[in-house]
């Protein structure tokens, strides 16, 4: 368990050296008026979130390189909460678990949406996982939608293999904020 732990804060610690270092190359003046925070992600949880078919964008981040004011934040949400509604209206035409499904996936966009908006927001571990949670929560009702059109033991299966990504994925985010975590105490603290 110990060299589990060693070899994510290892691995976090190359990651975080090796985004402390990006924003070096970057041509654009940063703005010195906010906090600079540096972005670390796990590529395995963001494997595993890939294979599984959830966005991965923001599943592991800790922070983004620069917050959003709140302005942004809320235009932002209102555009996705609008994008619902359009992508519901489009829907409409649709007939039985169709439109079911339809409307499952338009949730499931605006839950992503809002989820990496509130990762870019708040930039912190916990927010990571809680996007992650959001994330894998709304997959897990878009799969089942689409479980409908199967029957009998094919259903079952299908409804069980989406309970088993979401847990899975759900995992794998409560793995990596953990290391993320570690990775962020073990950071030396720069003298005053």
Wanted: proline fraction near 4%.
């Amino acid at each position: 368990m110990k060299m589990k732990a060693l070899i994510a804060a290892l691995s976090g610690a190359i990651l975080l050296s090796a985004a402390t270092l990006a924003p070096a190359a970057d041509t654009t003046k940063p703005d010195t008026t906010k906090p600079v925070t540096t972005t670390v992600k796990d590529t395995a949880g963001e494997t595993a979130a890939r294979t599984k078919g959830v966005a991965s964008r923001g599943t592991s981040e800790v922070a983004s390189a620069t917050h959003m004011d709140k302005s942004a934040y809320t235009a932002e949400r209102e555009k996705a909460e609008a994008d619902l509604k359009a992508a519901k209206k489009a829907c409409d035409p649709l007939k039985g678990n169709e439109q079911d499904k339809c409307k499952a996936e338009a949730k499931y966009n605006e839950q992503v949406a809002k989820a990496d908006l509130e990762v870019k927001f708040k930039g912190t571990p916990d927010a990571a996982y809680d996007a992650a949670v959001k994330k894998a929560k709304a997959k897990h009702d878009w799969d089942k939608e689409k479980c409908e059109d199967q029957k009998g033991a094919e259903q079952t299966a299908c409804k069980k293999q989406a309970k088993a990504d979401e847990t899975k994925t759900i995992a794998d985010a409560k793995a990596a904020r953990s290391a993320n975590k570690q990775v962020a105490s073990a950071q030396p603290k720069a003298p005053k």
